[in-house]
């Protein structure tokens, strides 16, 4: 299981942290991945952290503004997104891969998602 | 960035008929694309992987074909609970989707 938390509504240029508990599963075995989807829009994959959590990228709209990390002692992987604008509204998806490299790509198992609304 | 182009945006079908969705690949991706599918409110779910390989629980009138740019999800006989949104997801270089294809009821 998948539980996303720490969305809402939130100015252009503040922050908010997402958190996603896992269970149900050897966390950390598994790199973790953000996907997100803006408002009658298609996915679009946000980051990516390694199984030990030393190894991690981000899609280039959100370098620099977005962090993913973890905790596999509390099964947990965040999403800390600084400097949000308006674009990054969506439903950010806490999302499982197979196997435990930042390579690893294919999403097996998806939570329902938080809303952000980023919005003057 | 491959860019991945799924048609139609909209499908309309009867419970029973035959469905077929279209994801082309910018670029050659081998066999390494999968099927999502989405229901409002619910997380996307994982039905094929490597193009054609079913994942485990998901009813055999799922199928995938395809290779290098153009695939295919195929729907033998749509039933009632098939009525959501596919997306097709490259997994060869990074990460791309398409922008999803909706079964609507007819």
């Known amino acids: 299981q998948l539980v996303e938390s720490g969305g809402g509504v939130v100015q252009p240029g503040e922050s908010l942290r997402l958190s996603c508990a896992a269970s149900?599963?050897?966390?950390?075995?598994?790199?973790m991945h953000w996907v997100r989807q803006a408002p009658g829009k298609g996915l679009e994959w946000v980051a990516v952290?390694?199984?030990?959590?030393?190894?991690?990228y981000h899609v280039d709209s959100v370098k620099g503004r977005f962090t993913i990390s973890r905790d596999n002692s509390r099964n947990t992987v965040d999403l800390q997104m600084n400097s949000l604008r308006v674009e990054d509204t969506a439903i950010y998806y806490c999302?499982?891969?197979?196997?435990?490299?930042?390579?690893?790509?294919?999403?097996?198992?998806w939570g329902q998602g938080t809303l952000v609304t980023v919005s003057s | 960035d491959i860019q991945m182009t799924q048609s139609p945006s909209t499908l309309s079908a009867s419970v029973g008929d035959r469905v077929t969705i279209s994801c082309r690949a910018s670029?050659?991706?081998?066999?390494?694309l999968a099927w999502y599918q989405q229901k409002p409110g619910r997380a996307p779910k994982l039905l094929i992987q490597?193009?054609?390989i079913l994942e485990s629980g998901v009813p055999s009138r799922f199928s995938g074909s395809g290779s290098g740019t153009e695939f295919t999800l195929t729907i033998s006989s749509v039933q009632p609970e098939d009525f959501a949104t596919y997306s097709c997801?490259?997994?060869?270089?990074?990460?791309?989707f398409g922008q999803g294809t909706k079964v609507e009821m007819k």
């Open positions: 670029q050659n991706i081998d066999t390494w």
């Open positions: 149900g599963f050897t966390y950390s075995n598994y790199a």
């Open positions: 997801q490259q997994y060869h270089v990074h990460v791309t």
């Open positions: 952290v390694s199984s030990g959590g030393d190894s991690s």
């Open positions: 490597k193009a054609s």
């Open positions: 999302v499982k891969t197979d196997c435990d490299s930042t390579g690893c790509r294919l999403m097996d198992f």
